[in-house]
């Protein structure tokens, strides 16, 4: 599937980016987009400390400034945290120059060599540019958790699914996949673990030789 799985000429757009990790190590990589939010990000610590599980949140500048107790409080429970540029902006509607200021921006307050771009997309200047100064990590697996066509069931289905060693799994720290996260993260865990997956985050020096997996 181009959406829960991107194809090898997507993930070739950005060939230094990291698409899924070491596929003969039966391990995961549980990643969190947009937040940090009162509503969503104390569940979710709570509910990944309720498994021993750790995760990469890739987190916007703004929702830091406006709660920075709870970028504290996900650092503080041993999560990875990432840019994911300052106001959530997607690449392709910026110039070179704007979005950069906007990743700067953000790292400013994350201090993470870790960096996933807004929806997936990056024109090829700002692509070229951010590769040298970040780990471009993309995904393996997006559960769609954010979707208002898709259940909870279905979410947990997608894991389920498309989950294979070395799976970069993207979920979201947002408003609008809590509630279905809510039935469909424990779940996802669950079975993971049933399935014998370790779960892993990244360093912030990744090796780059893994991203066409």
């Known amino acids: 599937m181009i959406i829960e799985q991107p194809s ?3 993930r070739w757009l950005y060939p230094s980016a990291i698409w899924r990790m070491d596929p003969t190590e039966k391990a995961v990589y549980l990643t969190f987009d947009d937040g940090p939010i009162p509503q969503s990000t104390p569940w979710l610590i709570e509910t990944l400390d309720h498994y021993g599980v750790k995760a990469t949140f890739f987190m916007v500048g703004e929702n830091i400034e406006r709660f920075p107790e709870l970028f504290t409080l996900i650092q503080s429970h041993g999560h990875r945290v990432g840019n994911h540029t300052y106001n959530h902006i997607g690449g392709l509607r910026h110039s070179r ?22 929806h997936g997309w990056m024109r090829t200047d700002q692509y070229l540019y951010l590769r040298k100064k970040f780990t471009i990590i993309m995904w393996d697996l997006v559960t769609r958790d954010y979707s208002n066509r898709l259940t909870a069931d279905e979410v947990y289905e997608n894991v389920k699914n498309y989950t294979r060693p070395g799976s970069i799994i993207t979920f979201h720290d947002s408003l609008k996949s809590i509630e279905k996260l809510r039935t469909a993260l424990p779940r996802s865990i669950e079975w993971l673990q049933s399935q014998g997956y370790q779960f892993k985050v990244f360093d912030e020096d990744q090796e780059r030789s893994r991203h066409l997996k």
């Open 97 to 118: 120059k704007g979005y950069l200021i906007n990743v700067r921006k953000a790292d400013n307050l994350i201090h993470s060599k870790l960096f996933r771009p807004p």
């Open 8 to 10: 090898k000429w997507l």
